[in-house]
């Protein structure tokens, strides 16, 4: 499966942001999907994941409650609806996807974007 990120940008602190993973080649529908950012001298770190079914997501502590995330079959594309976004949200983020759900760590994705810039301005 080929994946495109798109939707980064500058905004300011409390700001709203919808990030969008377009997949093609292989069935969407067989892959959990996930989004991972890495800011700048940082490792790369788990942000939320979601199912095959869309009905099981799980997200990192740092961005629960804020963040979510889900999936448009029809369109092959999967979203991160980041709002109340903080300067700490400052990163390159990266859609991911696996054929097993739950996984957190990034060796454990097969596929992967191209990462898309998001800068949260305090």
């Known amino acids: 499966v080929q994946l495109q990120a798109s939707g980064g940008g500058l905004v300011q602190a409390g700001g709203s942001l919808r990030l969008s993973c377009t997949a093609s080649g292989r069935s969407f529908s067989t892959y959990a999907m996930a989004w991972f950012r890495q800011a700048p001298g940082k490792e790369r770190e788990f942000v939320a994941t979601i199912n095959w079914t869309g009905s099981s997501t799980h997200f990192a502590d740092a961005v629960k409650g804020r963040f979510t995330i889900s999936r448009d079959y029809g369109k092959s594309t999967m979203y991160l609806q980041m709002d109340s976004l903080k300067p700490e949200d400052t990163a390159v983020y990266y859609c991911?996807?696996?054929?097993?759900?739950?996984?957190?760590?990034?060796?454990?994705?097969?596929?992967w974007g191209q990462g898309t810039q998001v800068t949260v301005s305090s």
């Open positions: 991911a996807a696996d054929r097993q759900y739950g996984h957190t760590s990034s060796p454990e994705y097969d596929y």
